[in-house]
């Protein structure tokens, strides 16, 4: 197949192709076709075990470098003095890649046991040695976020990855990233292919020949998010793809908006003070 061969994206591109649990040779074969359909953004990270799968779906794609965009995030067992840039070479290592585009903080230190002082200068020396292009966060909630920005001075934060989908709006840490600047990215934008059973969704979706996740990803993309959904089957992967030709009226979107259930559903005993 004839892959298309894009220009250097200069931003994040906003839908991505998530990687958890994408490991292994079928890993790869998923990973590869969402190349071929024309994601041109993967998100993986130290925990997920898929940096190497990463690698090599995009060798096979033969694309080049220039026209992706790879996101890798750093795990909190690497915070400690020292260790954080080390990790993001061996990240790259893995990968086979010089640079990463983007690498985020994954999440917080587990109960705050270090403070962000250890390890967002890390961050920023990580980006100085060119080993990424762009530095964010993941699952940093407003006083955090705040925080990392005075740390990092010059430095801009590109996005902070968060939770978020019509069940989970999350909408004062999204406002507030929005307001300062920094781009939201939806993890577990389609609830994990739950959102079929919301029969407002259903309906929208009728309405336009759409599936519920296409309308999800439509309608968080009308937002200026990001969004990284993955799938392990081509036709949900294609399909996922043809959400960003799907537009939503502002009162569908007004719609969506109101399904909000305040219910996140990874919130781990060891999380931040979330807002
Ligand atoms: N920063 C963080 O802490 C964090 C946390 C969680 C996730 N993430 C990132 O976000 C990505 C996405 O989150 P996620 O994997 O948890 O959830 P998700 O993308 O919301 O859901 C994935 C699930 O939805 C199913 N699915 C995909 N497309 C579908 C479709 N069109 N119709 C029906 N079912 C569909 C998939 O099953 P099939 O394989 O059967 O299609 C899979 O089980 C992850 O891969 C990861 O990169 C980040």
Known sequence: MELQRDAQPEIMPGL??????????????????ALETGYRHLDTAQDYDTEAEVGEAIRRAGLPREALFVTTKVRPAN???????????????????????????HWPAPNGERPLSDYIPQLAEARAQGLTRHVGVSNFPVALLTEARALLGDVPILTNQVELNPWFRNRTLADHCMGAGIRVTCYQPIAQGRLGGDPVIARIAAR?????????LAWELAQGYAAIPTSSRPEHIRGNWQAQQLDLSPGELAEIDALNRGRRSIDPDWGPAWD
């Open 208 to 216: 336009h020949g759409a599936t519920p996740e296409q309308v999800a």
């Open 79 to 105: 915070f400690g003095p020292g260790d954080l840039v080390p990790s993001v070479a061996r990240s790259l290592e893995t990968m086979g890649l010089d640079r990463a585009d983007l690498v985020l903080i």
């Open 16 to 33: 991505g192709f998530g990687t958890y649990g994408r490991q292994g040779e079928d890993g790869i074969s998923a990973i590869l076709c």
